[in-house]
């Protein structure tokens, strides 16, 4: 399964006998100043074989678009803070390169003070 698919729902909850990526750790909420950077991150059983990629969505939204921050490829993502952004939730989906299984992380908010 592809990132986009899993976004999108396709194929979600689908068991098979292939490694699915473990998140260790999920991320957590982020409070921070305008102009200053959140930073979300997750660990996972083994992040040298696992295709990561950020997902964001506005607080009035129910649709998961994929991020385009310079860290949105990595496990940890970082956010310049904006009013703008107040109240978004951003989550990870983390993919086995070598089997296509997908994980998404839970969604952790970002706050402005």
């Known amino acids: 399964m592809n990132i986009m698919s899993f976004i999108l729902g396709v194929g979600c909850g689908v068991k ?6 473990f998140i260790l750790t999920q991320p957590e909420d982020q409070t921070g100043a305008i102009d ?3 930073t979300f991150a997750v660990t996972t059983d083994d992040d040298t074989n696992n295709i990561f990629q950020w997902i964001s969505k506005a ?3 129910d649709k998961w678009v994929i991020t385009n921050f310079t ?6 993502l970082s ?3 904006t009013e703008a952004r107040n109240g ?3 989550k990870c ?3 086995n390169a070598a089997t296509g299984e997908a994980q998404a992380s839970n ?3 970002l706050h402005v003070q």
């Open 59 to 61: 607080p009035s939204s």
């Open 71 to 76: 860290s949105s490829k990595t496990p940890t």
């Open 107 to 109: 969604g952790a908010v």
């Open 36 to 38: 200053s950077y959140a």
């Open 16 to 21: 098979s006998a292939t490694p699915t990526p």
């Open 79 to 81: 956010v310049k803070i």
């Open 93 to 95: 989906v983390v993919v």
């Open 88 to 90: 978004y939730t951003y």
